[in-house]
């Protein structure tokens, strides 16, 4: 049995949504943020204290696109993702990595100096920086969205899934405002898709 350890909005949405596009069974463990120092023994999973973490026998992962890209080539055929022969693969590949190092990062530095860092700590300057970092990264999404419903293929894949959370992340740090238009109804739909809606109920 798969099973995920999840805390609400955080980069472990991305294999839960995947888990729930697919219609797999899987136990979810909720616990609080940060798990390293409020959920008991979590450090003996992930020494890295990092969310999310996923059990599969004897198999661990800690990369939350990595479990998405290992899900559907594992528990597959699957439209969720994308093989060697399809024209848009290497765009798909390119989707997922980007999705972390290039969208998802900076938006963790944000979150960080507006949030999660004691008073004295918080820096706005920083936080506007890579906010500003962040939106200038968002350039390629929302060219690559022109005139399309979806990044690659034509279809819903796990590419959407991957960078849809870093435009959500960025939603919820109040940095939608600045989206441009392709971008914003890219999110809208994202957030009206049914394994989404679970997921949300289940955090």
Not at 89 to 106: C, E, K, M, V
Request: charged residues 25%.
């Amino acid at each position: 049995m798969i099973k995920l350890y999840h805390c609400k909005n955080s980069r472990s949405v991305r294999p839960l949504w995947a888990l729930e596009e697919m219609g797999l069974s899987y136990e979810l463990v909720v616990m609080p943020f940060p798990p390293r120092s409020k959920y008991e023994g979590y450090l003996d999973l992930n020494p890295l204290g990092t969310v999310p973490t996923l059990k599969d026998g004897d198999k661990t992962l800690t990369e939350s696109t990595g479990i998405c890209q290992y899900l559907v080539e594992n528990y597959g055929p699957t439209e969720l993702g994308m093989n060697k022969d399809e024209p848009e693969y290497a765009d798909y590949i390119n989707w997922l990595f980007r999705s972390d190092a290039t969208l998802t990062f900076p938006l963790a530095i944000v979150l960080r100096y507006t949030k999660l860092e004691p008073e004295e700590r918080r820096n706005n300057q920083i936080a506007e920086d890579y906010a500003i970092w962040f939106h200038s990264r968002l350039r390629a999404v929302e060219a690559a969205l022109e005139g399309k419903d979806f990044l690659v293929g034509d279809r819903f894949t796990i590419a959407d899934i991957a960078v849809g959370y870093s435009l959500q992340f960025a939603d919820r740090l109040g940095l939608s405002d600045r989206f441009k238009p392709n971008c914003l109804r890219y999110l809208e739909s994202l957030n009206k898709r049914s394994a989404y809606l679970r997921l949300q109920e289940k955090s």
